[in-house]
């Protein structure tokens, strides 16, 4: 896809986010979720190149939530909360991923997925600390030292989710292009070779991890400063498959298709749940068998598709 | 001229009950090609496998510019100066024969930068530049696993030269290329090493290719080194005839693989 | 420390017949998967639907047939007709109409389309059962307790965890060693799970022995389901819970691995008893944790092989 | 083949059909509701899936119910009433959204918020916001009211502290003498809470008993036995358990099998909603709480007539007995007639804007089958409970509780402007002399 057409989509994306949130006021949040995990699926979307599938990014997403659930008593500011949510997640990331980076396949997936799931149960069991699935509340931060009305507030944290996912979506999508996104899709091929030319595979791929981490962490803190209320089901392993599914969902081709697919699996959810509120798994669940056994290549390939290009690899 | 480069000393290695290395002794002179002959199983990959970190042996040394690198993983060796290319291609199947290359570019300047792209001007010049010295120029935007069986082993050279290393080690870098453009390459790939100064140990099927372009053979038997010495000397030996040649005669290897690179140069 | 053991040995061996019991019913849950993984090479996370789905119609199946007057014992019969129709009837209706489409294809796209089975029989399973908690306990009450001395105590164990669901496993891993290893069938799914390439290069319909182990996983699932169903209640979410769980098993083990299974379900079954009179806090992290330390140990699982590639 | 590609058309046509028609997207009604609406929406969210769907179909099935009886006489205020409904299972973020999507899309007029503890108090800061009258049908947490005021908040029935202070109370008034204790409850908010209000009072009403186990095991858990063994080695006195839904049946029907029930007294505050399914598994003779004061077979109901028509026609249409959630929806439904009607009357027959409808709710007196709830100034409703032991009768399939006694509201909850744990601490013994005596039978 040539660089000014992705532009030209983004920007469209972007008044059409402006557009439905002015128009419909409880958009504005709902967009604001879809953006934000939209963010987290840019990380799913880098490991995916490299082949692995994490099931436990609800780990990053719910301690960047946590990180803004604790601190924002003492430290009541948006533009702070969100780099240390970054930072902290960065930090678990590398940690974690100086340890998964070793597996590969399944044993990456399913040693996630134990990670987060660890992680989980700790947030149900320091009850004292954590409130346990009660969460915690989160009082609306000042957002560059403004104290907001709470109506702009919701608005303050849209184009900041906005800004971030234009940022994020413009970072993986260079990253992506640069030597460490090709090398990590080298993983996903031929890993052997890159050791063979001298090149750690194993940091390749936590290089990417730790990024995954840092997205998922901002995605997090933005959950959290938008629903006000942080509970454990964000770190279950459920919300992990959430974000893997709006991966294939948006389709793993470029950096756009992680937000078109969180913007629609949202509004998918509304829908299906207005429409069935008994059935709205289930609902979501045959789209997303739909999606796999009629368009793998996911929304963002029907849309290329749609224009006339065949879902090309990297942007 | 003289000086090894790379030394062998008793490097043992058994699979099992099968010895694929036995006791080898063997110095890589500086500047020289070496080539290793032998028939199937006597263990010539295994020796590359060893020197380049992928297999460690059981017993004896292994050291590059007076060294030991025993134990070092294949990355570190790889950073000392000992390139490698393999007898199955290794590519990156899903990249373009361009962005293999230029990988190869990338890991030898320094993969590190998550912002600038891979395909920045003067590393696509650099790569552009040593596929057209393979003839792959009109290939480069091809995917790597959309390639036949001799472009597939020209890209997998194309990529251990583009690390410029001062020692290359090659696994049938002949097999699979289609006879009738077989020299041409060798000759190119010759050139290209002589001209930068690089040694170069190939393991090779084809008698005319060693002849006309290695300065000393090895002939590997079972794990051992059965004659060592220049091709003339080597190659009119009757054992080493009986042994290798007469097994293999020159051309078979090349001659019953399908294909040649035809796509790239017709 | 002595003293300690001595006061706590009988408790422990209390949580060694707990933890039997529980490693019984985790191991026919994660066997069925590992198989299914050994073959098919996909992670099935339906697998626990299936187990939730065993259970229900097992129970559904054994109130049924005492509500028609029929002999209690029939209740045992009920539990393992169940697990066969789920097993039967699910695994190929998956098999042919889902997974067969997507072999081939990346990995992530085969775990996808298993987690959108999930979704799809967590709320069937919702709308066949509805929301109240279902159970039949009657072949739990049928074998009656065993009173294990406890010092001059006595503590009753239902003599149905105590030997029917050890047993039942113990048999299930006996019978797929003969099966695997005796029969032809047998060991044309383990020549698939160790070198899928080799045998359908040797002639091996590896589309009827995919068919056939997944029907087999799906029939092992339920059946754990059937045979879990007597001592706990099913309500919707059973199958998130289960699955989660069979993961870290399986994990544990090294994938494709059946005696491999049976330890660590054994591991995990014993640490969580244990965890329960020594650090209750941690029950719930144990089996993640005990999967984590055995794979820093062994990458690829207690009985996983390590696969070379050839350069 | 050719299934497939239809099936795939058609989910792409209902999709487009969705987004095309939009109706969800813009907004139906607007936000001033001064006139008269012509159907008056109810934005209800409860468990439609997960384990505590148990507790929430229920309650949508008796929400259906009720409007459609209450359609059929009229509506509220001549306004029929209609119900849309949430599911709470999928997470905060779904939820804080679907909320924001009823109220500000939909147009709902009030809002019934949530089974779980964690969506209560995610939605009253929303109620604060949106300024938008929210009934907390069924949530029990202190925290909500304890922690702050929210002005358009409402809980029309009772809450932690007096579901858990009524079954202790009854435990030592009838069975003074137990020494020791074993406490067995679920993982998560819950089960600390009705641990920590429990344990708190019990140290100020009868210091000096002995905690033999403390056992937590997570939500859901398929197994007991581990925890069965370990209470039946220690053999304390007493079991208390806040243990609800799939879980307690699973743990009463482990722990009957193997004679724990003989050895201990069982305290089990939340039982009510699971002795239908126990039915002869729940041994008699054990203390059995319902979250307040609404049992089948109430000793002295307000309105038995009103009493027996309800569990009569929800046994007709679920062909079962309603459980508590469902006399929660209830108690919610007649608070919401009520407020109405009273903010009707004192507006002279106008129909009230948002402000006008929550103060009606303040200090609102509304009717239960059973008895009458007053909403205090802090929106705490004021539900009396009461508590009895396990016992089989002719009348009903399962177990009933006979030797009830009815806790007044006001008895065992905090009052207004104090912290649950400090007011528990303060409980003096000379409490149990207040305790009524026990309905004989």
Known sequence: MRRGAEISLALLGVAGVLAAAWAAPWLRFVLTIALAKGIAVLGILLLLRAGQVSFGHALYLSSGAYVVAFLAPSLPEALLLLPLAALIAGLIGLVAGLFLARY????????????SMVFYSLLEKLYELTRGTDGIRVEPPRVAGLALTLEAYVWAMLLVALVLAVGFGMLVRAYLASPMGQALAGIKTRETRLEFMGVSARRVLLAAYVLSALMGGVAGAIVGMTTRHVTPLLAYWTTSGELVFIAILGGAGGALGPFLGAVTYELVRVYAAAAFAEAWQAILGVVLLLVILFAPGGLWGMLLGLLGRRPGRAP | MSEALLQARGLHLAFGGVKAADGIDLDVLRGEFLAIIGPNGAGKTTFLNMATGYLRPQAGTIAYEGESILGLAPRAIVRRGIGRSFQLPQLFTEHTVLENVALAVAAREGVWSPLRPLLRPAWREEATEVLARFGLATLAGARADALNEGARKLTDIAMAVALKPRLLLMDEPTSGVAAAEKMAIVETLARVLRETGVTAVF?????????????????WSQGRIAALGPPGTVLADPAVQREVIGIEGPGAAAAGLPGGIAAGHA | MAGWLEQNALLLGLALLDGLAYAALVFMVAVGLNMVFGVLRIINIAHGSLFAIGGYAAASLGLFLAARGLP????????????????????????????????????????????ALFMILEDAQKLIWGVQPVSNDAPLRLLGTVDVPFGEDVIPF??????????????TLVGLAWFLRRTLTGRVIVAVTTDREAATAMGIDARRVFLLTFTFGAGLAALGGALASPT???????????????????????????????????LIGIGRSAAVYLAPEFEVVVPYLIMVAVLLVRPQGLFGVVETRRV | MSTQTQLSRRGALAVAAGAVSGSLLWPGSGSA?????????????????????????????????????????????????????????????????????????EGVHVMFASISSGSCLACTPLSDELRKTTILWDCGTQRIFEEGRHPYAFRTQGYATPEVLAPLLYLLKTRPDFRTLAVINQDYAWGRDSWEIWKTAMDALKPGVRVVAELFPRLGAPDYSTEV???????????????????????????AERRLFDRSTFVLPVAEASLQILGRTMPAGHIIGTRGDHWNNHPRPRDPARLSRFVESYRRRQNEYPIYPCHHMYQAISAMQAAYEKAIAAKGGGWPNDQELAAAFRGLEFATPTSTITLREDGQGLEDQIVGVSSFTDRFPFAVPKDMIIFPAAMVSTPVGQKSVDWLKTLKPDLLAQVPAPIAG
Do not use: C
């Open chain 1, 104 to 115: 590969r396949d399944i044993f990456f997936g399913m040693l996630n997925l134990a990670i």
């Open chain 3, 232 to 266: 706990t209640t099913l309500v919707p979410g059973l199958g998130a819970a289960t699955i989660v769980l069979s993961f870290a098993v399986v994990a544990t083990a090294g994938l494709g691995q059946i005696e491999g299974a049976a330890i660590s379900a054994l």
């Open chain 3, 158 to 171: 239902t003599a149905y965890q105590l030997f029917v669901l050890p047993g039942v496993a113990l048999a």
């Open chain 3, 72 to 115: 209690d014992w029939t209740g045992y019969v009920a539990l393992v007709l169940a697990a066969a129709l789920v097993g039967g009837i699910l695994g190929p209706v998956i098999e042919r109409g889902v997974l067969r489409r997507i072999y081939g294809h990346e990995q992530v796209l085969q775990l996808l389309v298993t987690f």
């Open chain 2, 203 to 219: 393991v090779e099927h084809d008698m005319d290719v060693v002849e006309r372009f290695a300065d000393r053979v090895a002939v």
């Open chain 4, 229 to 255: 063994t370990r209470l039946l080695a220690a053999r304390p006195d007493v079991i208390y358990s806040t243990h609800w839904g799939g879980d307690l049946v699973t743990l009463v029907r482990q722990a």
């Open chain 4, 33 to 105: 509701q001064a006139q008269k609406p012509a159907e008056l929406k109810v934005g209800i969210t409860t468990f439609l899936s997960g384990p505590a769907s148990v507790f929430g179909v229920p309650a949508r099935h008796t929400a259906e119910m009720l409007f459609e009886e209450i359609n059929r006489a009229g509506g509220i205020g001549g306004v029929p009433v209609r119900a849309l409904f949430v599911d709470e299972a999928p997470g905060t973020d779904h939820l804080v959204g679907e909320f924001r999507r009823l109220v500000q899309n």
